[in-house]
């Protein structure tokens, strides 16, 4: 799919609320997310998750109540999560809200922090991923999404203007980190086919900041991670939410190879991108979740069609959802869409 070779059919993989796999247990599924991905014939095996953080292993809690909790955790932000469901937290505040907190007391730490990935572990997950046959890959988070959890978006979209030398030295420091892990796990005789990248850069109308400031500030380091990954024979998987349309050149001279999940809820669609990316881009999702939360299968089917139509045109698309299939979606009707993803997903 990445060199737009010759396929028997896309590739595969999907991403699931916790509440969703614990409805579809209730309604019959039986070995959890494993055996869905199983079902779904699933490609993709990730060896680690790696998120640096300067205190590694911190869980305070701070307060709590019969529904949430409030927790300190180990990038020194408060945050409110909700009991036994899940969902995004209510940021309260950040430890380190300021360029005077980053040089007393977070950088050094983040610098020498334990790696956030052991490299034993990871060793083990890459002997299981080709048992399976599957694409092995490395996964991280960038710069956008360091900064956004250390010292959370207001401070963050203002240093991007008032203060943009600090902002480069975290993400500086934050992409030493990550790469400084990986060559550890490399150095246990692991041989990744790729490196996937997680980062939010965007909301539903465009990204957190113009273009042009993404390319001075933080585009570097996406490419410094690319870089590294090409030079070790990966490819490379960029995953961001949101509109942002107006960003993808920039990722296609970054070095991205495949862009997860595009999604459709911010408008964008890959009947549009594809015809003018997909010969340099690859493209991993756009399924529309909300059209799946409708439990119509008529719908859905309509929505895979014509999207795998486009997608498979360039010969460099794989099937995923444009997020992450919510518990509005049956097991039942799930089951359905493997078999429309098995139908209209062959070459």
Known sequence: MFERGEQDRTPRHESFWPETIRRWEVEGLVGGQAEVLRLLGGDFHSLCWCWPAPFPGRRTVVEEDAATQVVRDEWGGLCRFWKGKSGTPEHLGFGCDSRETWASEYREALRNSVPAVEPGEAARAFAEGRRLGRWTHLTTVEGFEALRKLIGDEVFLMGLIEDPEWIVDIVRVHTDAVLRTFEAVLAKGVEPDGLW?????????????????????????????????????????FHTDGRIGAVLDLYIE??????????????????????????????????????LATNRLDLIEEEIRAKFAAGMATRGYAYHSDHSVPPQVSWETYQAIIGVVERYGRY
């Open 197 to 237: 990248i997680y980062g939010d850069m965007a909301f539903n109308h465009a990204t957190f900041c113009s273009p042009d400031m993404y390319r001075e500030l933080i585009w570097p380091f996406h490419k410094q991670m690319a870089d590294w990954a090409h030079e070790r024979g990966m490819k490379v998987i």
């Open 254 to 291: 970054a070095g991205f190879d495949c862009l997860q999940p595009i999604e459709a809820k911010a408008g964008m669609d890959i009947r549009e991108i594809a015809p003018v990316y997909g010969d340099r881009l690859a493209l991993f999702g756009n399924i529309d979740i909300m059209v």
